[in-house]
């Protein structure tokens, strides 16, 4: 089954810079790569989700980039702000879902 | 987009009591949903797939005769924890994707369950 790997498991950076996180998954049939914000004790809320036959994909200060040859895709945020601290998941399907996600990662932002 | 709401918030219960956790798609039908489980600091863990009118699909070492699914409508999947140990003491967490679409999953606000 697919197997989706995530890096750095914690991730601190000061307001303004840029944070990235990156994941590599198994399955070279899945086709669906989704992020997920999760804050404390709360449900998982997507934040931006890239196809298989796009190689990247930008919304405002969040992108996303797949490189399907090497299986892995990243998380790119731009002007980190406080309230962006949170744990982000990435996961990977073959579609329709379910999904598979990554181990998570904390990330914070100090003001 | 699409709602989906988890009953109960939290739950405590005595160990070697069963627990029931409902899972409904408050705006659209939904013929799969699925259940996850996520322990403290951790990932979530995909435990089954559930499908409208038909059993549920579980994940390799989890116990089917434990945690009991039922998807009897199109709005509607409950988990049951059976016999609950203090081990089975975690976040579960189902979601649901649109009848029409092949993506995106919605997920429910999740049932803290603690055994004791």
């Known amino acids: 089954g697919e197997n989706v790997e995530q890096h750095p498991s914690t991730l601190s950076v000061q307001e303004g810079d840029s944070a990235v996180i990156k994941c590599t998954y198994s399955d070279s049939a899945s086709n669906y790569f989704p992020w997920y914000k999760q804050e404390l004790g709360k449900r998982p809320q997507l934040i931006i989700d890239?196809?298989?036959?796009?190689g990247e994909k930008k919304d405002q200060r969040i992108a996303v980039t797949l490189n399907k040859t090497a299986k892995h895709f990243s998380l790119h945020i731009t002007e980190t702000q406080p309230e962006d601290s949170a744990v982000y998941f990435c996961?990977?399907?073959?579609?329709?879902?379910?999904?598979?996600f990554g181990a998570g990662t904390r990330l914070t932002v100090k003001p | 987009g699409a709602v989906v709401s988890q009953h109960p918030s939290w739950v405590i219960c005595k160990s070697g009591t069963s627990v029931k956790i409902e899972c409904r798609s408050l705006d659209f039908q939904a013929t799969t949903m699925f259940w996850y489980r996520q322990f403290p600091k951790q990932s979530l863990m995909l435990m089954a797939t559930?499908?409208?009118?038909?059993?549920?699909?579980?994940e390799q070492g989890v116990e089917k005769d434990k945690f009991l699914i039922n998807h009897a409508s199109l709005t509607l999947s409950t988990l049951t924890v059976t016999s609950a140990h203090p081990e089975d003491s975690s976040f579960y967490i189902c979601?649901?994707?649109?009848?029409?679409?092949?993506?995106?999953?919605?997920f429910g606000q999740g049932t803290r369950l603690t055994v004791v």
């Open positions: 979601s649901a994707r649109l009848r029409a679409s092949n993506t995106e999953a919605f």
């Open positions: 559930s499908n409208e009118g038909s059993k549920a699909t579980y």
């Open positions: 996961a990977a399907s073959i579609q329709p879902p379910p999904m598979r």
């Open positions: 890239i196809r298989s036959n796009v």
